[in-house]
């Protein structure tokens, strides 16, 4: 069964075909991030404007890489949110179109259960159930996964998302977009016990996240330093924020597992690739004695491919949608 999967929710214009739902015959991405890193973040209408000119080159080129027609496509994936309205419907316009003129398969998925399924195309032998947790740069969520259409949110950030803080924090530190990557290259050369920044909803069973507080923190120390007049490390900064935002992860993720009697871990999303969280989260997981899976790094990042695993499942069970299926940027995760 061969899926052709689309993926425009932010600033990666992705096409993807999938085999049996894990294997990748193709996952290509254009990424914008060299256009918008002159604005500091992602501009949507910017955004929206590459994604129509990259969208049908981007889904020829799947096809070729993969050695498969139209006519074989067995359904059509696309993301249809959460992310950017604008953004959302030059995928959704193109799936939709295609469905139509094929008479194949609609399947709309949810952004971020497609990051959560990329982790079964890095590692085949992964099913159902385990706790996933999903950061991002818009989203930070815990959830249960109890079967390949079946998920329970427990928890997401009330404010903030980790990928978000990570990107302020490193515009306001004078490095470009996307911040993650630089704080993690920073926090290699710092002291994580420089400075103590707060925690906040660090109560037990409180499966919440909120980092906007921990935001706060330090840009005012930033600032208070630069008022006094007074240098600072900014490894030891990116170090100390890094640390902070990791082990909040690290203890919500750990306390939600014990709670649902879970013992394998999964991370998904953008912020899955930083190397602190990695090797925090797998050493928590050998110490409780979890399983632990994580994405190989161009699965962590948005792309086709997650989508089209997505997909593949939906349609399993005739999840399918008809041509008014429309773009929703503040979808939430749900069961089917």
Do not use: W
């Not at 932010?10 to 996952?27: H, K, M």
């Not at 998920?151 to 993650?180: C, H, N, S």
């Not at 993720?253 to 649902?260: E, F, G, L, R």
């Amino acid at each position: 069964m061969y899926t052709l999967a689309l993926e425009t929710s932010c600033d990666e214009t992705s096409a993807a075909v999938i085999q049996d739902g894990r294997q990748i015959l193709s996952n290509i991405i254009s990424t914008q991030v060299p256009i918008h890193r002159k604005f500091g973040g992602v501009v949507p209408e910017i955004a929206s404007r590459q994604h129509i000119e990259y969208v049908m080159p981007i889904i020829k080129e799947a096809l070729d890489t993969a050695h498969v027609s139209l006519q074989e496509i067995d359904h059509i994936g696309v993301t249809y949110g959460p992310g950017l309205v604008g953004a959302l419907l030059v995928g959704v316009a193109a799936a939709k179109a295609l469905s139509f003129a094929l008479d194949k398969p609609l399947v709309g998925v949810n952004h971020m259960e497609g990051h959560i399924f990329a982790n079964f195309l890095s590692h085949p032998e992964l099913e159902p159930p385990f706790l996933a947790l999903v950061v991002s740069g818009g989203h930070t969520q815990l959830v249960k996964i109890e079967g390949y259409n079946t998920f329970t949110l427990l928890g997401q950030t009330r404010d903030d998302a980790a990928g978000e803080a990570f990107d302020k924090i490193a515009r306001v530190m004078g490095y470009p977009y996307p911040g993650g990557p630089q704080i993690d290259k920073l926090a290699k050369d710092g002291n994580p016990d420089a400075i103590a920044f707060p925690k906040a909803l660090h109560e037990k069973h409180n499966f919440e996240f909120s980092f906007s507080g921990l935001k706060s923190a330090v840009l005012n120390y930033l600032h208070t330093q630069e008022q006094r007049k007074q240098p600072y490390d900014v490894h030891d900064v990116a170090a100390s924020f890094q640390k902070t935002v990791v082990e909040t992860l690290v203890e919500k993720t750990m306390d939600a597992a014990a709670y649902c009697g879970m013992n394998k871990i999964a991370v998904a999303g953008g912020v899955s690739a930083n190397s602190a969280l990695a090797a925090a989260m797998e050493q928590a997981c050998a110490a409780h004695g979890y399983s632990f899976y994580r994405p190989e790094p161009v699965l962590c990042t948005d792309n086709g491919a997650m989508i089209g695993c997505r997909a593949y499942y939906m349609a399993l069970e005739g999840h399918f949608a008809d041509l008014t299926l429309n773009a929703k940027p503040a979808l939430a995760i749900s069961s089917y």
